[in-house]
Nanobody, 121 residues
Framework: VQLQASGGGLVQTGDSLRLSCVAS????????VAWFRQAPGQEREFVAA??????NYEDSVKGRFTISRDNTNNMVYLQMNNLKPEDTAVYYC?????????????????WGQGTQVTVSS
């Protein structure tokens, strides 16, 4: 499985961005897909995940971020609204061969390259 993330950029506080992740996988619909992020000097942290039927969000993004998927086109999206400077990070999409919306980084076997999101105050 190969993943490619895109959609990052430089925005101001309160703006929106939509990140996209395209996957090359024959059984994409069976994969859980997540977004993680990593700020400079910090650990890579969970942001959101989606399975066939469920979603899971990190508390700080609940109500602002929405993860969705398009199984026809092997796409996962992260709509990010009301962005804050603390959302600044490199965002990675990752996939796991599981039906659960796990937050555990080690359970995600497949990773895409990151896309930079910078939110200025």
């Amino acid at each position: 499985v190969q993943l490619q993330a895109s959609g990052g950029g430089l925005v101001q506080t309160g703006d929106s961005l939509r990140l996209s992740c395209v996957a090359s996988a024959r059984t994409f619909s069976a994969l859980a897909v997540a977004w993680f992020r990593q700020a400079p000097g910090q650990e890579r942290e969970f942001v959101a995940a989606i399975s066939r039927s469920f979603t899971n969000y990190e508390d700080s993004v609940k109500g602002r971020f929405t993860i969705s998927r398009d199984n026809t086109n092997n796409m996962v999206y992260l709509q990010m609204n009301n962005l804050k400077p603390e959302d600044t990070a490199v965002y990675y999409c990752a996939a796991a061969q599981t039906l659960s919306v796990t937050r555990t980084r080690s359970q995600y076997r497949y990773w895409g390259q990151g896309t930079q999101v910078t939110v200025s105050s």
